[in-house]
Each structure stands twice: as C-alpha cells, then as structure tokens.
C-alpha cells in the first residue's frame, strides 16, 4: 500500500516519528507528499518544541500567516547562529534608545521623539521615510509602550503622553516629579515609575484622562515595571539601594503589596527589565548579571531557574517568544545573547560592536529577525539565509 494511500490521522501518526530533515527528504518523493507535508499539522510538535517558532507554550500560533514548515527551518537557523548582520540606523551623537515591534512597523525612540518605519517585506529592512513622529517631550524619552490604538511614552522630563497612533491627539499626564524610567499598560490601566520613588497607576479611558488613581510609595528609585497579563497585579523592580526587595507585586486594585520576590539580592543589584510570559510566569534582568525565571505557583521566595552572563556585564534587556527562547541585551560589547530555557549556558552570542561602552538598551524580534537598539546605532540580525547543515 502507499504510504499517502493511509487514513489521514494514521498519518499523521506515522509522520510524527520523523525529525525535520526526514521530512523535508520525504517531502521531495512526489507532489502528494509534498503537499501532504507541507501541512502545518504535520509540523505543529516539532514547531513547539523548538526556539522562536511563533507557537507559545500554550499552543497558541503568534504568526498564523507564515507556514510552520517554514518556521521551522528558520529556527534552526536561530539555533546554530546562522543570520546576517546588518545596520538599519545609525545617529550621530550618543542616545539611550528604545525600540518596539508591532507587526511590520518599528518603533524607535531617540531623544524626545519616536519614529515608527515600516519594515520591507522581503528584507525586514526599514523603509526610508518614517510613517508617524511622536513628540511632545521637553527631554528624551525613558521608555514607551503599545496598546491597539494608542502609543504611551514616559520621559526624563517627568511626564506621560498618551498618543493617539491614528491621528495627533495626544494627552499629557503629570504626577512624578522627576524622570519616569518605565511603563506600561494593559487593559486600560497605566502603570508608570519614576526615579522620585513612587510608582502611579492611571486611566487610559476617554472619561479620566490624565487622573492619577494611585500613588505607591516604593522608598526606592523604580527602574522597571510590568502589568500581569490578568490585570490583577502588577510588578515593580527598583534599584535595590534601601532595605526593601527591588521585586514586588502589587495588586491593581487596591495597590496592597501582595509579595516580593527573591530574599537574596545583593546591594545595587537594580532590576532594569521584566517580561511576563502568563499570569504566574515571569522573567526579570539588571545590574547583578543575571535572568532570573520566577513561577509564582511555586515559590515567591526563590526563582525556578536561573542564568548568569558569562562576562558579567549588567543586563540592560530581555525578550522572550513565550515558549522556550529569551534573547539578552549586555551591557559591553554590544552583546546579544540568545537563551534556551532548558539548557543552562548560552545557546549563542552576537558581538554587535567592537566598543566597550556600547550597551545594547533595547531588543525586539519575530520570527525571522532581531532587532536591537545601541547607543549610535540600530541593528537587524535576519535569521532568513540558507537552511543550517542539520536541517540539510
């Protein structure tokens, strides 16, 4: 009997016992098999259990429009190394840029304006006219965030402006009184740090914009924030230089603290980033060299997993794919370090710069290429070059 000749779901059976170049081998036998195997359905296992593949832990598929055949052969390439290095931006004078991905628009921060570009789809490189310019900052801009509709920027000169990314309304909220290093917003609600040891929660609803609901005292400079994908709580990382825990969760509501996290940091050992995966699920990175995987399920106490950066650089940045990859920002060196959570060291290193003070400020990524934001400099890794020898 054929082997295409068999009912579809003993196929499918049949073929999840083979490894991607078994596949790809037996996919080049005829057009039905071809056809047959270039199902997403045939690639939905291996695609989970592999880096950057677009499919979460919870299987859901963040690039439906790309086929899992495809990402899968990528992946390999994220894997082993294999990419091209190439410079999007460059600037003249040093800045501390941050950078966004939504779909194929990128959005850069330098000095008091964000630019957004839109990416070419053949190359993820930026078009050369920039398609929107966010301003209204007296000083540069700290950090900025996403939603559906709106752009939100916190700045050194201590405010917030919500922008419309549809037109040029924008609002201004005030309340720190000084630089507001980090925010972010989900679910309608804003949740800004500042330097001036306070965190702030505000409305993003039409009938209360610019109110301030809550103001937490943190008796510590607050360095990075994070909204829980539940909406109930929130986390704050601070610079660890008084007797408090540089993590702490709060809850949204009634901005009680709910927990702190680790009981071990040293000294200065600030917390720059945090990125949650789920609603128990975090990762966080700073100044004492390593990322750090909490699962709240378990323990407050202690994390499940750490890994430490090999020269010891401060981590400026973090970015997870949801599954089992995070990609690191370094302090020196420009350095990218890709992660995958089930080994202990470094799946692979990219040295962007030759210059020692070249810290890597922000990163983002999809599916095919990295992007990460330096001093001078902006820079795309495209992981879309030909397939690596184990895929061969």
């Known amino acids: 009997m054929f ?42 296992k291996i695609a989970k259990d592999i880096i950057n593949s677009g499919l979460t832990r919870q299987g859901i598929d963040l690039c439906p429009s790309i086929p899992l055949k495809d990402r899968v052969r990528v992946s390999h390439n994220w894997i082993h190394g294999v990419c091209r290095k190439e410079v999007l931006l460059k600037w ?16 850069l921060s330098q000095a008091a304006n964000i ?37 939100i920027s916190a700045g050194g000169d201590g405010k917030i402006i919500v922008h419309d990314r549809g037109s040029d309304y924008s609002v201004e909220y005030y309340g720190h009184n000084q630089e507001v290093n980090c925010i972010d917003c989900k679910g309608g609600v804003i949740v800004s740090g500042s330097r001036d040891k306070t965190a ?15 103001t937490i005292p943190t008796y510590d400079r607050v360095w990075s ?9 929130f986390v704050t990382g601070t610079a660890c230089c008084e007797n408090f825990a540089p993590l702490r969760i709060w809850d949204t509501e009634r901005c009680h603290l709910v927990s702190c996290l680790g009981t071990e940091f040293r000294r200065g050992a600030g917390v720059l980033d945090i990125a949650y995966e789920s609603p128990f699920q975090l990762l966080t990175c700073g100044y004492d060299t390593f990322i750090r995987y909490w699962d709240l399920r378990v323990c407050s106490r202690k994390c499940v997993m750490e890994w430490e950066e090999p020269h010891d650089s401060a981590l400026y940045c973090i970015k997870t794919d949801k599954n089992h990859m995070i990609a690191s920002g370094s302090s020196y060196y420009g350095v990218v370090r890709l992660w995958d959570k089930r080994q202990t060291r470094c799946l692979q290193m990219f040295q962007l710069a030759p210059a020692t003070s070249s810290p890597v400020y922000s990163l983002c990524f999809n599916t095919t290429h ?23």
């Open 3 to 44: 082997l295409f000749q068999l009912p579809e779901d003993v196929l499918f059976l049949v073929l999840s016992y083979l490894d991607p170049r078994s596949l790809c081998r037996l996919s080049q036998a005829c057009k039905r098999s071809y056809m047959f195997i270039s199902r997403d359905a045939v690639w939905r």
């Open 92 to 107: 003249k004078i040093n800045l501390l840029p941050w950078i966004q991905l939504d779909c194929d628009v990128l959005y």
């Open 115 to 151: 630019s957004a570009y839109h990416l070419r789809a053949e190359g993820g490189k930026l078009k050369n006219n920039r398609v929107a310019l966010f301003s209204g900052h007296q000083e540069d801009v700290c950090r900025f965030t996403l939603t559906d509709t709106h752009l």
């Open 200 to 214: 702030k929660i505000w409305a993003l609803s039409p009938d209360r914009f610019g109110k301030c609901l809550h």
């Open 225 to 233: 924030v994070a909204i829980s994908p539940s909406l109930c709580n």
């Open 370 to 392: 990295l992007y990460a934001a330096l001093a001078s400099v902006l820079y795309s890794l495209d992981f879309r070059t030909a397939a690596s020898q184990s895929w061969k």
